[in-house]
């Protein structure tokens, strides 16, 4: 099969393209950047450099490839993110339905069920929207758990404070998720051309916030390390403390009040509920020791 993936090299991207690879389809990694090319070409795949918003070259990168991996990562350099990552989305749902692709494995996110009091998973939201009014084409929506990666961003506050947090409570239940296992329900879904239209959901485990910090603690040593929710204020506060703009800053406190009141993680574990990758918590704090 002839495969086209957005999302650079990055950390999902890559490695559903290396499964790809292996298992013997033709890959073409979408980037940005012309310093990835030769990065992309050494893992087997065509490279085609260009930007996320240009439509009459995304149309073109879709054009004859009988699935393309449609990824929308946040523009985190300036403010507006929402709006700005809604728009990319827009642009990818037109040169989708102008080069006639029929299977199209989206990156979505728990909760992209919710239009609002998601932070920035409200674009993913509207993103899903602009797929639905396409006709003719399989969408898989992969709604994927909380990133495993995001912790690798407290690890300062680890250092300087012995402690983790977050506007949310020791006992918020959260679906993880690792991006390998995100990358191997893509990489089924994306050779699956038979399949409907669906919402599948990666998720690598389900824990507590209190667990997260005992799993971290006990693999940097740390066994006593506590889990310290904070109030927004105290939330905004530190992010802009340390260097974030005061927009971003907010969007992601209230993404700490979704997961809070459980409104985020609700379709999952009312419909789902069950961790379907193979990486467990525990597995993945011996790889946040590694970072520490």
């Not at 004859?64 to 990552?85: R, S, W």
């Not at 939201?125 to 003719?136: A, L, S």
């Not at 824990?207 to 603690?217: C, D, I, P, S, Y």
Request: charged share 20%; proline share 4%.
């Amino acid at each position: 099969m002839k495969i086209t993936v957005t999302g650079s090299i990055g950390n999902v991207a890559k490695h559903i393209a290396e499964t790809l690879i292996a298992n013997g389809h033709d890959v073409s990694i979408v980037s940005s950047s012309v310093e990835r090319k030769q990065d992309i070409e050494k893992l087997g795949a065509k490279a085609l450099i260009g930007g996320i918003n240009d439509d009459a070259f995304l149309t073109d990168a879709f054009t004859g490839a009988d699935a393309v991996f449609a990824m929308t990562p946040p523009n985190l350099g300036g403010g507006n993110v929402v709006e700005n990552t809604t728009n990319a989305g827009k642009t990818l749902a037109e040169a989708i339905q102008k080069s006639g692709v029929k299977r199209v494995v989206m990156l979505s996110s728990i909760g992209a069920d919710k239009p609002s009091g998601n932070g920035p998973i409200a674009a993913l939201h509207r993103i899903e929207g602009f797929y639905n009014q396409i006709p003719n084409v399989k969408f898989t929506y992969v709604r994927a758990g909380f990133f495993y990666y995001n912790y690798f961003n407290d690890i300062p506050l680890i250092k300087n404070a012995g402690i983790l947090g977050s506007n949310y409570s020791a006992s918020t239940v959260l679906p993880l998720v690792h991006p390998k296992d995100i990358a191997a329900v893509a990489a089924e879904e994306l050779v699956n051309l038979n399949g409907e239209s669906s919402i599948r959901y990666a998720v690598s485990d389900v824990r507590t916030t209190q667990e997260v910090a005992k799993a971290l603690g006990n693999a940097i040593g740390k066994p006593e390390l506590p889990w310290v929710p904070f109030t927004d204020e105290q939330l905004i506060e530190g992010m802009t403390q340390a260097g974030l703009p005061a927009d971003i800053a907010e969007m992601y406190t209230d993404m700490g009040r979704g997961l809070s009141d459980g409104s985020i993680q609700e379709h999952f574990l009312a419909t789902t509920g069950t961790a379907n990758g193979k990486i467990k918590l525990e597995e993945f704090a011996t790889e946040f020791a590694l970072k520490f």
